[in-house]
């Protein structure tokens, strides 16, 4: 099982990144996907899922109407769409997938099945 991100970087406040992340070894369509971020000194907190149909998201209060999570289940691949970045964004950007969505949403990340490798975003005032 692989979940591979890419698309971080540094970026303006205000400006606008997309996250991708590969997916590979499991079967993709049966698992709801979910972002997470982790600064420095804090734990990794939730920040967008979506689940298998693609037909529900979910996003912290924080990033609501500035994110959006999408998934391609042709091409394996979750995406993360952050516009209007913040400065308070930034962060190592993590990839998860579960049979449901359930254990992102209510915080047990340790039953998480799989996750991927951060990617940095960097976001400068």
């Known amino acids: 099982v692989q979940l591979q991100a890419s698309g971080g970087g540094l970026v303006q406040a205000g400006g606008s990144l997309r996250l991708s992340c590969a997916a590979s070894g499991f079967s993709f369509d049966d698992y709801g996907l979910g972002w997470f971020r982790r600064t420095p000194g804090r734990e990794r907190a939730f920040v967008a899922a979506i689940s298998r149909s693609g037909s529900s998201t979910y996003y912290d209060d924080s990033v609501k109407g500035r994110f959006t999570v999408s998934r391609d289940d042709v091409k394996n691949t979750v995406y993360l769409q952050m516009n209007s970045l913040k400065p308070e964004d930034t962060a190592v950007y993590y990839c998860?997938?579960?049979?449901?969505?359930?254990?992102?949403?209510?915080?047990?990340?340790?039953?998480?099945?799989?996750w991927g490798e951060g990617t940095q975003v960097t976001v400068s005032s």
């Open positions: 998860a997938a579960d049979s449901s969505v359930a254990p992102m949403l209510r915080g047990f990340q340790h039953a998480v099945d799989y």
